[in-house]
């Protein structure tokens, strides 16, 4: 089943559970429909900004759960424009025919693709981005 935003924000600590349960009842016996994220900013447990900041967390962990082959290095590198998509199949293909087992980190920085510096960040959101989506 799929997971909601409360539960995602109950994970992430940003709410509690009791807070979660109001919401859901205010939700519930709203005459007109309510997001559960509009009463959790009206009532001010989070503000826009944060609430944004989940929303948008939960939507890129709801993409990765659905296609875990997002969260790998060279896809996310892609994604972000941080190389081209045929950068990336000549550094797959380097991979594949090397005879030493290489990380594709290492062969987009040997084939100056990205800087020591660039990959670190990259790896750094890859890690992040598997932490929040668990």
């Known amino acids: 089943m799929k997971k909601r935003i409360g539960e995602y924000l109950l994970e992430?600590?940003?709410?509690?559970?009791?807070q979660l349960e109001e919401a859901l009842l205010e939700q519930k016996n709203a005459f007109n429909h309510k997001f559960i994220g509009e009463i959790f900013i009206e009532k001010e447990i989070l503000s826009k900004e944060d609430f944004g900041k989940a929303l948008e967390?939960?939507?890129?962990?709801?993409?990765?759960?659905?296609?875990?082959?997002?969260?790998?290095?060279?896809?996310?590198?892609?994604?972000?424009?941080?190389?081209t998509?045929?950068?990336?199949?000549?550094?797959?293909?380097v991979q594949m025919e090397s005879k030493e087992k290489k990380y594709i980190g290492e062969i987009l920085i040997d084939e100056e693709y990205l800087t020591v510096h660039q990959l670190e960040v990259y790896l750094k959101n890859q890690k992040t981005i598997k932490e929040k989506c668990k």
């Open 12 to 18: 992430q600590k940003l709410i509690t559970e009791n």
């Open 57 to 83: 967390d939960f939507m890129i962990c709801d993409e990765v759960n659905k296609d875990k082959t997002k969260m790998l290095l060279g896809n996310i590198l892609v994604k972000c424009k941080a190389i």
């Open 85 to 93: 998509q045929k950068q990336l199949d000549a550094a797959l293909k």
